[in-house]
């Protein structure tokens, strides 16, 4: 049987790096938009005095194989030899199977980059590759001036992979769905919103109306830049997102991982959570409906945690405690355009509006170190039942500090009194912060002696993901 000859993988690698020879890029290196995270990601990237090899994962369809193409770009730009970068995609079928170390090897024999040389080695979609992590571990410690720079869309498999194997070796570098600020910035309505001139990481529109068409449009699509940019993929989401990103996951990369026997039990399990986005569920009851054992259906939800296909938020009381044995919690979608994609768009009047809208802005909350502390309230007071939707509790001092209700209404403004859950949070801890969004308006209120902050929830939805990005206070 004839084997791939090391002539032919160094044709394939020189293919793969066009800058070696013509300092000709990939269209992908001069892809006009370009993600809030890449500025970060590129300063990793080039943190010389520190040794560790960088992982980039995420969901599918985000831009990372994009992200990669335009750090090379930038490092050229900046007078980095080309021919000291290496760009690998590891899922080509003519690099099955040979290991790092020899794709490295080859790389060096034709541009004759000396491992004394400061390098740059990426290899794209790197779970192609068995035991990747211990080949990636010994190439950290064999080359001390070359970055190592992996990534992959089996993010399960990564995550688990760098937190093993890695430790101390390995920085992992998530890169999310597009956040609503990037989504405006990619269909060129950045104009709609300004910044304070007063207040620096503070907000306005001009036109909240046309913000909020934008919002829905973003609900309905707006988390992959592909999708973002394509109208033809637009006109048929289900077909792009159910099929080519959710079915990826659920019937490929998680059973290849964990081993997973029913498929399809988890393709239900995760539907049924997709529609309940933002809604309170619990073992039981996801137990009961779908006839499941509950430890199983807890090990299903820790697999599509792991695959950033969805998060649970812990509940908390209006204390501010958890509970010890959590029943009840509540489960987002990391990325609220996946709802549509399962089932369908939604419009400014749909019963789902309130839930999407919740999952929206509780997504922009997933790169900020805070989304530890932020949790949701729920308690009984007298024969009534309260709740908070957003309740951020102090890491030390384990008390509420912040609170609000996510609202897609403006009636709030006129009969605050209605928010009885929050005015009795923050009665309760020395009136803290409380807040609502709002459909339109801005507002403060009053009542029972709290006040009550009143906010668009587009608004704040781009407030939160402009300011996580750029390292600032939401």
């Avoid at 006009?32 to 890449?38: A, D, V």
């Avoid at 649970?312 to 029943?327: E, I």
């Avoid at 403004?413 to 969004?437: D, F, M, W, Y």
């Avoid at 009542?447 to 587009?458: A, D, L, M, Q």
Wanted: aromatic share 10%; proline share 5%.
């Amino acid at each position: 049987m004839l084997q791939v000859s090391d002539r032919d993988v160094l044709r394939s690698l020189e293919q793969d790096n066009p800058w070696w020879s013509t300092l000709r890029l990939p269209p992908a290196a001069s892809y006009s938009h370009i993600r809030s995270y890449f500025q970060r990601f590129y300063e990793l990237a080039t943190a010389w005095d520190v040794r560790r090899t960088l992982i980039l994962m995420g969901p599918r369809r985000v831009g990372k194989t994009v992200m990669l193409y335009q750090l090379v770009g930038r490092l050229i730009e900046s007078g980095f030899s080309p021919k000291h970068i290496l760009l690998t995609p590891i899922d080509t079928p003519i690099y099955s199977g040979i290991p790092l170390e020899k794709l490295l090897n080859l790389f060096e024999q034709h541009t004759q980059a000396s491992k004394d040389d400061r390098r740059v080695v990426i290899f794209d979609e790197i779970q192609y590759l068995k035991d990747w992590e211990v080949h990636l571990k010994v190439l950290t410690d064999r080359y001390p001036n070359t970055r190592f720079i992996a990534s992959g869309s089996a993010a399960a498999a990564l995550r688990l992979k760098s937190q093993e194997s890695g430790a101390g070796r390995f920085t992992d570098f998530y890169l999310p769905p597009l956040t609503f600020a990037e989504f405006l910035d990619f269909v060129g309505k950045h104009q709609l919103v300004h910044e304070n001139p007063t207040r620096p990481g503070r907000y306005a529109t001009s036109d909240i109306e046309e913000l909020n068409q934008q919002f829905i449009n973003y609900l309905n699509y707006g988390g992959y830049p592909e999708a973002v940019l394509n109208p033809q993929i637009q006109k048929n989401i289900r077909q792009f997102l159910a099929r080519d990103i959710v079915d990826k996951v659920l019937l490929r990369d998680l059973p290849s991982l964990y081993g997973i026997q029913d498929i399809q039990e988890l393709n239900r399990l995760f539907a049924t959570l997709a529609y309940n986005s933002g809604q309170e569920v619990s073992l039981e009851a996801l137990s009961s409906n779908s006839g499941v054992a509950k430890n199983t259906i807890n090990r299903y939800m820790e697999y599509l945690e792991a695959a950033f296909l969805i998060v649970r938020v812990r509940r908390v009381d209006d204390s501010g405690r958890t509970f010890q044995r959590a029943r009840q919690f509540k489960v987002y979608l990391t990325n609220p355009s996946m709802r549509a994609a399962l089932y369908a768009p939604i419009s400014e009047t749909d019963e789902a509006m309130g839930a999407l809208v919740e999952t929206a802005i509780f997504s922009q909350w997933f790169h900020s170190p805070q989304i530890r502390h932020i949790h949701y309230a729920r308690w009984k007071s007298g024969r009534q039942d309260r709740e908070v939707d957003l309740v951020s509790v102090h890491p030390a001092t384990l008390k509420p500090r912040w609170a609000y209700d996510v609202k897609w209404s403006d009636r709030y403004v006129e009969r605050p009194q209605e928010l009885a859950g929050l005015i009795e949070l923050a009665k309760k801890n020395a009136k803290i912060p409380v807040g609502s969004t709002t459909k339109t308006k801005y507002a403060v209120t009053e009542v029972e002696g709290v006040k009550i902050k009143h906010f668009p929830c587009s608004l704040h939805c781009y407030q939160v993901g402009r300011n996580v990005t750029e390292g600032r206070a939401p």
